[in-house]
């Protein structure tokens, strides 16, 4: 059987790849960092491997690393990421999401959104009297660090620090050491943050976090941390690219962005239709199989490691009449863009709260916006995990704004330079 093996060209249009491997059928054999796997590129298949029990997401545990080292992994997974519910199976999972979930359900999420407004109109208010900007490094990058910083309380002073932190944690180009280093101020900062709220508590989700308990259970301090870095990194990262790619699809569609503009109602339609069709996720995170199993036309044996392409799930037309259209009356699509079954995305409802208001102040504050450059010249980072551009250059042109006049003390929020 062939062994696809991804070339720098795939980065660039990986829907062509995905187009001609869902053709061939639902299941291929792929080579990725060393390690042999299949990729499944079939929605409905990818919904049964999503849901499935005997395909484990334990893959920093003892098991899971001897996978990946039988299916030539050259190096292990940190082991640390087994205290995170996004690596875990029932029943750590169910006790890990039982106790987060409350939280997430709370106030401190429900009633954010005016705030988040409030800090893309400031984002946007810095970058007013520039011509042209990087997007993704003005905007797209700093709103979604600026919410959790707001969701935990972080004060203004340290804000700076977090974006810092978050940029080389996240950097394709940082050096492990670096990341490493970034890694140990979080982990500091976050437990002097941890113990700080367990004294004095407040209404943010860190606190909620804290105070969350089932009967009598509760998150240890690790678990806390996990969770925390969860937020911070993975929360972060996925947002950071659906604003991006929301805003490029409105740059290479004018006629949506007219639309938009005319019917700021549309705008929640139309971030689901770019979770679908451009989301910030090419794959799910890795899984293993646990026992013999029956994927598609496939027999699967144990031992074999499993990955699950959301994106080619998405665009397929056995799903989704024109998949590679951006209808805003497409019927109720169920994209898999945050996964499926008990893995479901607990962020959901607030990575579409900040796309949808990230948006719907974009347009509102700079209707004219254009592209600073050619649609070729634009690159994708060279990740399977992450679909993002690793800029966006535009031209700001003329601002207008649905404000009665410049942000006022009280309207303005602390976010980082």
């Known amino acids: 059987m062939e062994i696809l093996e991804l070339t720098d060209e795939f980065y660039q249009d990986p829907h062509a790849t995905y187009r001609a491997l869902r053709e061939r059928g639902p299941l291929h054999r792929i080579r990725l960092d060393g390690v042999l796997g299949w990729l499944i590129v079939d929605h409905d298949v990818a919904k049964q491997a999503l849901a499935e029990p005997t395909i484990s997401k334990r893959i920093g545990s003892p098991e899971g690393q001897a996978v990946l080292a039988k299916n030539g992994a050259a190096e292990m997974f940190n082991t640390a990421i087994n205290d995170n519910m996004l690596f875990a199976d029932p029943p750590q999972h169910t006790r890990l999401r039982r106790l987060v979930a409350k939280a997430f359900a709370g106030p401190a999420i429900r009633d954010l959104q005016p705030r988040i407004s409030s800090i893309a109109d400031t984002l946007l208010d810095g970058i007013s009297a520039r011509t042209t900007v990087d997007l993704i490094d003005s905007y797209a990058f700093r709103l979604p660090i600026a919410v959790i910083c707001e969701l935990l309380g972080v004060p203004d002073d340290d804000k700076a620090d977090f974006r810092s932190w978050t940029a080389v944690v996240v950097s394709d180009t940082a050096t492990n050491e670096e990341r490493a280093a970034a890694g140990v101020e979080y982990f500091t900062y976050l437990t002097a943050l941890i113990a700080e709220r367990t004294d004095d508590p407040r209404d943010d989700l860190l606190s909620h976090l804290i105070i969350a308990k089932d009967h009598e259970d509760r998150l240890d301090h690790h678990e ?17 690219n659906l604003i991006g790619n929301s805003v490029l699809e409105l740059l290479r569609e004018p006629a949506i962005a007219e639309r938009l503009r005319a019917d700021p109602e549309a705008i929640p339609a139309y971030v689901e239709e770019i979770l679908r069709c451009q989301g910030s996720l090419h794959l799910a995170t890795a899984r293993y199989t646990t026992a013999p199993i029956t994927l598609g036309d496939r027999d699967i ?6 990955l699950i392409s959301l994106a080619a799930a998405n665009r397929d037309p056995a799903r989704f009449a024109e998949p590679d259209r951006i209808d805003l009356e497409r019927p109720e699509s169920r994209h898999i863009a945050f996964g499926h079954g008990i893995h479901h995305c607990l962020g959901a409802a607030l990575a579409r709260m900040e796309a949808t208001t990230a948006i719907s102040r974009l347009l509102a504050t700079f209707p004219d ?3 600073d450059g050619e649609f070729s010249d634009l690159t994708w980072r060279k990740s399977l995990l992450i679909h993002g551009l690793t800029s966006l250059p535009v031209r700001l042109a003329a601002r207008t704004d649905s404000r009665t006049g410049p942000l006022t003390d009280t309207d303005r929020v602390s976010v980082m330079a």
């Open 301 to 306: 044996d144990a031992d074999e490691f499993i």
């Open 369 to 371: 916006l254009s592209l």
């Open 224 to 240: 806390l941390i996990a969770m925390l870095l969860l937020l911070l990194i993975a929360g972060h990262e996925t947002t950071v």
